[in-house]
């Protein structure tokens, strides 16, 4: 299955020389109401030895315009939850290479939000030149085809004329709007809905495309080794839930002796 002839040009990002470490991660699905996954990733954040971190979409939940932060609150009000994220990020661009690429809850993040953290935001796709090597990094959704009802959602809510329409909706009913999604979102998981993988062909295209030999992507929360055949293949990043039966907080890290697993939880 070809992907649509509509999609962008593939960017491309030389890693900068002094890079010995990348860090991978993706799907976090950050929200106020899970506290220990907030935690998690704040301290990995702080802590990673990472050179460069990468972050391939769905870091929160829902982001629904940069106008969310950077409001005054009233004296002695604590910080919004978003707020907070941001400053996460801050901190940490302050000390090594931070990259954001959008997923299908945070397409709406936006250059103020990336100039307020010194975050740079990536196309999708992006080819990234790490040690003589082509990766190819995506977020995944666009890759998968076989879920007819997303792709068309998907084609709505990228455009520039629906994006324009709906950030110039006041921020509450933005919101709201947003919890709708959400809860219909959740209704579908706990009806038993099957979710379509990102499409062998579609991705082995791209990867062609691209002149790379591994892509790297979210949203499936599957993560595994795909043998894409013809040398090819895609690896899928984990997503993270620290309050998981079992909890899940991993990053694919990527050096000069190539891609491993690190569990943080």
């Not at 939940?61 to 939850?81: M, Q, R």
């Not at 990766?135 to 994006?163: K, T």
């Not at 929360?221 to 839930?241: K, N, T, Y």
Request: proline share 4%.
């Amino acid at each position: 299955m070809k992907l649509p002839s509509t999609e962008p040009r593939i960017a491309e990002l030389p890693a900068s020389p002094s890079w010995a470490t990348v860090d991978f991660i993706s799907d976090l699905h950050l929200q106020a109401s899970d506290v220990a996954t907030f935690a998690a990733w704040q301290h990995y954040m702080e802590s990673t030895p990472a050179d460069a971190v990468f972050i391939l979409g769905d870091l929160f939940e829902v982001w629904v315009g940069d106008d969310a932060v950077g409001n005054k609150l009233p004296a002695g009000a604590d910080s919004s939850f978003d707020d907070r994220c941001v400053r996460v990020l801050g901190q940490t661009a302050g000390r090594l290479a931070l990259f954001f690429m959008h997923g299908n809850r945070d397409f709406l993040v936006g250059q103020r939000l990336m100039g307020l953290c010194n975050t740079t935001l990536l196309s999708d796709p992006t080819v990234l030149g790490f040690n003589g090597q082509r990766w190819l990094l995506s977020h995944g959704d666009a890759m998968c085809l076989g879920d007819v009802d997303y792709m068309q959602f998907r084609r709505q809510v990228r455009s520039p004329a629906w994006q324009r329409a709906f950030l110039a909706k006041p921020l509450v009913e933005r919101q709201a709007i947003a919890r709708g999604l959400r809860e219909q979102s959740e209704a579908r998981k706990k009806s038993g809905a099957t979710y379509a993988d990102v499409d062998s062909g579609a991705a082995l295209e791209q990867l062609q495309a691209a002149k790379a030999q591994i892509l790297i992507h979210g949203h499936t929360h599957q993560p595994a080794v795909h043998d894409l055949g013809h040398g090819h293949s895609r690896v899928v990043l984990s997503d993270w839930d620290a309050v998981a039966a079992v909890p899940r907080a991993e990053v694919l890290r990527l050096t000069a002796g190539g891609l491993r697993r690190v569990a943080l939880l």
